[in-house]
């Protein structure tokens, strides 16, 4: 099955400090997805992007498709920030979502 | 209700009793995935239903383990004959996808913490 590395695996930041987060795919995918899991164990998803750039007030994500990697940003970074991000991907349409094994983050104030 | 909802929040069982986890999707949403997640882990796939089609269940992990769901509704993921290794996060998931070939953002109820004592 396709594999999904997130890197890197932990991410320690100071409040306001900006940061990238990296997600590596090992084939071409029809859907990339970013989620964020709170320390409450919610997720919550971030953004659909299979491709291009969005952006979410202090978040974006950039997805290159031929190059088999997507980017996630945090600017300004909070405290709030913190918890685990994973990113997932759809190799085909009408296939399940594979997660990678997930960036965990925490923001100290 | 607006979001996905999973019953029971929490669930402590003995070692060898069956047991049931409720998912219930957003109204509409005809896909509907299960992941399991043990502490500190990533999310491991189960199932995943698409509206009228056969199930994939290339992820559940032994015949111990089945889901049902009723049409584009509510899914059942049952575990018969528990063991401690089943002790973990449930987490079911919808999104809307009227066709297969669609993808549409998933959306992930808050999960059952299943122990196996």
């Known amino acids: 099955g396709i594999q999904v590395e997130q890197s890197p695996p932990d991410l320690i930041l100071q409040e306001g400090a900006n940061s990238t987060l990296r997600c590596n795919f090992s084939?071409?995918?029809?859907?990339l997805q970013w989620f964020h899991q709170n320390p409450w164990g919610q997720l919550i998803n971030l953004f659909y992007?299979?491709?291009g750039t969005k952006q979410n007030g202090r978040l974006s994500a950039t997805t290159v498709a031929t190059e088999r990697y997507s980017l996630l940003y945090i600017s300004s970074s909070q405290t709030t920030d913190s918890g685990v991000y994973f990113c997932a991907v759809e190799k085909a349409a009408g296939n399940k979502l594979t997660f990678g094994g997930g960036t965990r983050v925490l923001v100290k104030p | 209700g607006a979001g996905v909802s999973q019953s029971p929040s929490n669930k402590v069982t003995e070692k060898g009793k069956d047991v049931e986890l409720r998912c219930d999707p957003i109204?509409?949403?005809?896909?509907l995935y299960w992941y399991r997640q043990r502490l500190g882990q990533g999310l491991e796939f189960l199932i995943y239903?698409?509206?009228?089609?056969?199930?994939?269940k290339s992820g559940l992990p032994s015949d111990r383990f089945s889901a049902e769901r009723t049409g584009e509704s509510v899914s059942t993921l049952t575990i018969q004959r528990t063991q401690q290794e089943d002790s973990a996060v449930y987490l079911c998931?919808?999104?809307?996808?009227?066709?297969?070939?669609?993808?549409?953002?998933?959306?992930f109820g808050n999960g059952t913490r299943l122990t196996v004592t």
């Open positions: 084939d071409s995918v029809n859907n």
């Open positions: 998931a919808s999104s809307w996808a009227p066709v297969s070939s669609y993808n549409s953002p998933l959306h």
């Open positions: 109204s509409g949403h005809t896909a």
């Open positions: 239903f698409q509206g009228n089609s056969a199930p994939d």
């Open positions: 992007i299979p491709s």
